[in-house]
């Protein structure tokens, strides 16, 4: 059985390894090649984690949830059921940058594009919704874009399938999104759901539109503590040019209350499907979390004092799985 890292031109199976492409906490990626020399991506799991019940369990639950998706938006699984030298998911090869890069080139995006890319990601999160599955890690270095301008969502480590039972400790579930672009609910330890993703491409479509995130912070407790209390900005307020329809549809999204966004992506395509026909008089906004009482919240210092917990929690597993990746 294969073990260990791979190099250039190592097999794995009927794939022959061309570069590693990535290195995470639990897995890394390589760009691989299969007879007929079409590439694909190969996602390999930690041999030290898979030891470890819940992370295998993790993994598998991955490769679930791929097979189950099938969008052009989606990045595509290749997992044919068959016999392999160890556990590893097969993905489609995507050629083209992250988000985020076209992010940095660009700064503040031109309105249509940004919609393009919005409505683009609200439709292949639709199709997830419609299948169960909430994706919980949307965040720009988790979407492709092509030189043709098709917009792939990958990466569905930490997504949630409908009835699945809990893998993680609650606390590590939640430190394992994106500070920027978590939901409240993420932060309070929460497991979340399709309106945690409506969240997630809020954020992102306020970014594209402001050529910046709503919250920011010196540290990620600072981040993460404003999604729950702050206030958010206006988009006029930063670009008088932004049109209301479309700063209506991120302040849907960025609801505090999960009940008073979107309930799903289906929703949120619609209205980016048609945003420049959308009557503003018709989003009527229910009380503010930032108006809440610290009684009904538990206050910012129960907030902080919890996002520290977990953070200190996850910390301490994150260092026990180097310590076992660093040492076997």
Sequence with gaps: M???????????????????IGHGAFSDVYLAEEPGRRRVVI????????????????FRREMEIAAK?????????????????RPYLVLEYIDG???RTVEREAGRLPIPRAVDIATQLAAAMEHAHA????????????????????????????????????LTWRWLTSTMGTPDYMAPEQVEGKRGDARTDVYALGI??????????????????????QHVNAPLPSLHEIDKHIPAPLEAIVTKCLRKNPDERYADARELHADLEHW???????????????????????GL??????????????????VAAWYLLAHH
């Design 2 to 20: 294969t073990t260990g890292p791979l190099a250039p031109g190592d097999a794995l199976d009927k794939y022959t390894i061309v570069e590693a």
């Design 43 to 58: 996602k390999v799991p930690h041999d030290a984690l898979m030891g470890d019940v819940g992370a295998f369990d993790r």
């Design 69 to 85: 998706l099938d969008h052009p938006g989606i990045q595509h699984s290749f997992d044919l059921g068959e016999e392999r030298s």
């Design 97 to 99: 940058v992250t988000l």
């Design 131 to 166: 299948n169960g599955i909430s994706h919980r890690d949307l965040k720009p270095e988790n979407v492709l874009v092509t030189a043709d301008g098709r917009v792939v969502v990958t990466d569905f480590g930490i997504a949630l399938m409908a009835g699945a039972r809990r």
């Design 204 to 225: 992102m479509l306020f970014e594209m539109l402001a050529g910046r995130v709503p919250w920011e912070g010196d540290n990620p407790l600072a981040v993460m503590a």
């Design 276 to 298: 420049q026909d959308l009557d503003v008089s018709t989003f009527a906004f229910g009380e503010d979390a930032v108006k809440r009482s610290a009684r009904d919240r538990g």
């Design 301 to 318: 210092p129960l907030v902080v004092a919890g996002i520290s917990a977990g953070f200190l929690g996850a910390s301490i597993l994150f």
